[in-house]
């Protein structure tokens, strides 16, 4: 299995961007997907993750900008992201899990907010 995240790059302060992640090598259905960040010298924090059901679940400091949907039939996860801040300035990384496997990780996408 191997995932591919895209739609990372450069935005101003207040903009948006929309990553995706598309799952291939198994026609699986992954009962959890998702998304992580790390900033420089930071640890790994969850932004958001999406169950196979569509119950998502945000980090407090993102609902209300950002979203996270879904494409079963595609192995693909996007994460919206509205109203950008500097401090999100990260490597983007997503996730995916199958019900009795570790999870698989995309390679990271980054996405840098300027002031």
């Known amino acids: 299995v191997q995932l591919q995240a895209s739609g990372g790059g450069l935005v101003q302060a207040g903009g948006s961007l929309r990553l995706s992640c598309a799952a291939s090598?198994?026609?699986?259905?992954?009962?959890?997907m998702g998304w992580y960040r790390q900033a420089p010298g930071k640890q790994r924090e969850l932004v958001a993750s999406?169950?196979?059901?569509?119950?998502?679940n945000l980090q407090d400091s993102v609902k209300g900008r950002f979203t996270i949907s879904r494409e079963n039939a595609k192995n693909t996860v996007y994460l919206q992201m509205n109203s950008l801040k500097p401090e999100e300035t990260a490597v983007y990384y997503c996730?995916?899990?199958?019900?009795?496997?570790?999870?698989?990780w995309g390679q990271g996408t980054q996405v840098t907010v300027s002031s």
């Open positions: 996730f995916m899990k199958l019900l009795s496997a570790s999870p698989y």
């Open positions: 090598g198994t026609q699986s259905s992954f009962i959890i």
């Open positions: 999406i169950t196979s059901t569509g119950s998502a």
